[in-house]
C-alpha cells in the first residue's frame, strides 16, 4: 500500500519533484477538441474525461436533424458492476461512502477519488469517525486506499482521510466542532477571517491546469458552513450556543474555494466564492468547450427551491447568476409527484453538452437520474421524460432506493465510459441512515441514447441538415438488432442521393466487437471529394440503433 508524507509541500520542493517528473502542469490555449478526440489510433488506451468533439454528432440531437420517421428515442442504460466498488470499511469512515465528491482521471491514467466517508449514527465515543477520504485505481473496479499520513485518527495517521475542519489535524465530526466552537478559519471574498468553518456539503475536487500556480493545480470547492447556525433546529445538539452566536454562525455559509499542489495536502484556509444556496447539493464541473466552470447549485428561486441551477465563471471568483435549468415548467406533477433536489452534472460531449439530472420521488421510491443535453447556447433539455438513465437497483441491490453520480464527467476508458455514482440500500439499522456505497456503470462509447427501429411495419428514416464534411471519413456508432444491413447516403436539398453515394452503393463491414463501423460506397472509398463542405446525411434504418456518427481523419 503507497504511502504518502505528511509533511506539507513548499513551493521549491515542489516544483523540483514536478520538474523531476516530467508531468507539464501549465495550462495551455484551449482546444477545440480533447487530446483523446486527435488520437484517431489507440483508442482502447485512451483514458479521458474530456469528450470535447466537434466532429462527433450525436443522434440525440433533435437539432441537427432535419427528417426522422418511425425511429424512437430510447435511452441506452449503462450495465452496473455486480456489487459496490468502494465501501465503506474501515474504522474512521463511519457506515457511509458516498458520492458527495468526484473522480478524475490523471495524464498517467490513474483514477483519483475524494469521497465522503459519513457517521450517521454519531455516538458519543465515535465522534472522531467519518470524513473526507480518498481512494485511487488503475482499472475503476479494485480501489486502493492509501495511508496519506494527513488526518489524525486515535493517535495514527496511516489512513486515507484527506481534510479536516479541525485546526489540530484531528478528525472530528462537524457537530462536536462546534459545540467546541471551532473549525477552520473562514475567510471572506475580500481576503478578511469572518469566522470559522466546521462542515463541508457537495464536495467537488477539480484539477485546474489553466491555473499558473501548480500549487493551487488542485480546487476542492464545498458548500461550507458553522453548524451552529442549526442550534435553533437541534437544541439538544448545541446547548451552549447562544442566539448570538447562531445569527453570526449564519453569516457564514457559503461556497467556499480551497487549493493543493497534489490533491492531498491542501492550505486549510477555505475563501469563499460565492454566498449560493447550494447547500448540500452543489458541483463544479469543467467546461472545455468555453474554458470555464460550471457551478451547479441548489437554487432558491421557483417551486419549492430544489430547482437545478447553473453559474458559469472562468477563475472561481467571479461567478453569474444562477440560471435555473430546471423548474416545474409545464410539469404540472413537479413538486408532487418528483422534485429536481438540485443535483445537475453538466459536461462537454462531441459538439453538445450532456448531464445527469438527479430526480428524487415525493411518492414512491427511487432516486434516479435522467439524460439531458444542450445545444451550444441553448436550452437544457430532457432527452426522454419520465425514463431512467441511471436507475436504482432491483429488490435486495445495494443501490434500491437511490443512484446518483458523482461529481465529474463520465470517465473513458478505452471505447467504454464508467459512471461512479452512490448507491442507496434499504435501512435496516434505526439509529442509522440508508446504507450507501459507491457503484460503478458503464456504456459503450458514445451510447447514451439513440433512435431505433425493431419490428415497424416500415424502414425508418433520418436525414440531416446540412453539416460540415470535416474530414474524409464517415463513421458510424449503430448497434444491429437483426440481419438487415443499415444503409447511409450522400443527398441533395431534394433528398436526392449524390452519384455515387447513394443507399443501394452504400458497403459497410459491420462487427459487432467494434463500436463505429466505416461507411464505404462501392465506387467512392471516402469523402475526400466531399471534404470541408455543407453535406446532408440520409439513414436507412431498419432493425437498427443509431446513437452517433464522426467525421475522422484516418
Known amino acids: 500500500m503507497r504511502q504518502f508524507t505528511s509533511v506539507p509541500f513548499t513551493r521549491r520542493e515542489f516544483l523540483t519533484s514536478i520538474a523531476a517528473s516530467g508531468v507539464i502542469l501549465a495550462g495551455g490555449a484551449a482546444a477545440r477538441r480533447s487530446a483523446a478526440a486527435e488520437n ?6 485512451i483514458r479521458t474525461s474530456n469528450h470535447l468533439d466537434g466532429d462527433l454528432h450525436l443522434f440525440l ?7 426522422v420517421d418511425d425511429v424512437a428515442v430510447q435511452i441506452n442504460r449503462p450495465k452496473k458492476h455486480p456489487g459496490p466498488v468502494l465501501v465503506a470499511d474501515r474504522p474512521w469512515e463511519g457506515e457511509r461512502a458516498q458520492a458527495w465528491g468526484s473522480v478524475i482521471v490523471e495524464p498517467d491514467g490513474l483514477l483519483r477519488m475524494w469521497y465522503f466517508a459519513f457517521n450517521t449514527e454519531r455516538k458519543p465515543e465515535e465522534l472522531d469517525r467519518g470524513g473526507y477520504a480518498y481512494a485511487e485505481s488503475r482499472d475503476g473496479i479494485h480501489w486502493d486506499k492509501p495511508d496519506l499520513g494527513v488526518v489524525e485518527f486515535r493517535g495514527s495517521k496511516r489512513n486515507n482521510l484527506f481534510y479536516t475542519c479541525a485546526p489540530d489535524g484531528k478528525n472530528l465530526v462537524d457537530e462536536e466542532l462546534a459545540r467546541r466552537n471551532i473549525g477552520l478559519p473562514a475567510i471572506s471574498e475580500e481576503g478578511k477571517v469572518i469566522g470559522v468553518v466546521n462542515n463541508l456539503d457537495g464536495l467537488t475536487v477539480v484539477r485546474d491546469d489553466d491555473d499558473p500556480d501548480p500549487m493551487r493545480r488542485y480546487k476542492l470547492i464545498a458548500n461550507m458552513q458553522d453548524h451552529r447556525m442549526w442550534a435553533y433546529a437541534y437544541p439538544a445538539k448545541y446547548p451552549n450556543v447562544t442566539k448570538d452566536d447562531e445569527r453570526q454562525a449564519g453569516t457564514i455559509i457559503g461556497q467556499y474555494l480551497d487549493t493543493s499542489p497534489d490533491g492531498i495536502h491542501w492550505a486549510r484556509r477555505p475563501r469563499r466564492i460565492s454566498h449560493g444556496a447550494g447547500g448540500d447539493y452543489m458541483m463544479v464541473m469543467r467546461d472545455d468547450r468555453n474554458r470555464r466552470w460550471w457551478l451547479n447549485e441548489r437554487s432558491a428561486k421557483g417551486t419549492g427551491g430544489r430547482n437545478a441551477a447553473l453559474r458559469v465563471g472562468k477563475n472561481f471568483t467571479d461567478w453569474s447568476e444562477p440560471e435555473l435549468t430546471f423548474d416545474n415548467g409545464p410539469d404540472s ?8 433536489h438540485g443535483g445537475m452534472t453538466p459536461f462537454n460531449y462531441g459538439n453538445v453538452n450532456l448531464g445527469l439530472l438527479e430526480k428524487w420521488p415525493n411518492v414512491g421510491l427511487g432516486a434516479t437520474c435522467e439524460l439531458i443535453w444542450q445545444r451550444e447556447g441553448g436550452t437544457w433539455q430532457r432527452v426522454a421524460p419520465g425514463v431512467p438513465f441511471l436507475d436504482v ?15 465529474n464527467a463520465p470517465i473513458r476508458l478505452g471505447e467504454t465510459l464508467y459512471i461512479f455514482y452512490t448507491g442507496g440500500g434499504v435501512k435496516t439499522n434505526s439509529q442509522q441512515g440508508i ?28 436525414v440531416t441538415r446540412p453539416v460540415m464534411a470535416t474530414h ?3 463513421d458510424v456508432n ?17 433528398s436526392t442521393p449524390l452519384p455515387g453515394f447513394s443507399f443501394d452503393d452504400c458497403v459497410m463491414q459491420y462487427d459487432r466487437k467494434n463500436v463505429y463501423t466505416r461507411v464505404r460506397w462501392k465506387n467512392r472509398a471516402d469523402l475526400s471529394s466531399l471534404a470541408g463542405n455543407p453535406i446532408q446525411l440520409a439513414f436507412r434504418v431498419e432493425t437498427a440503433m443509431l446513437y452517433s456518427y464522426r467525421f475522422s481523419k484516418a
Not at 61 to 67: F, G, I, M, P, T
Not at 393 to 406: M, S
Not at 483 to 491: G, T
Request: zero cysteines.
Open 40 to 45: 484517431s489510433t489507440g483508442s482502447h488506451k
Open 61 to 67: 440531437n433533435r437539432d441537427e436533424l432535419a427528417v
Open 333 to 340: 406533477e413537479f413538486g408532487k409527484l418528483f422534485e429536481w
Open 393 to 407: 437497483g432491483p429488490e435486495g441491490a445495494f443501490d434500491r432506493l437511490l443512484a446518483y453520480p458523482t461529481h
Open 435 to 462: 446504507p450507501m456505497s459507491i457503484g460503478l456503470a458503464t456504456v459503450r462509447l458514445d451510447r447514451f441514447a439513440g433512435l431505433g427501429n425493431w419490428r415497424s411495419r416500415r424502414v425508418g428514416r433520418i
Open 472 to 474: 474524409p471519413h464517415l
Open 478 to 494: 449503430v448497434d444491429l438488432l437483426e440481419a438487415a444491413p443499415l444503409q447511409v447516403a450522400v443527398v441533395a436539398a431534394d
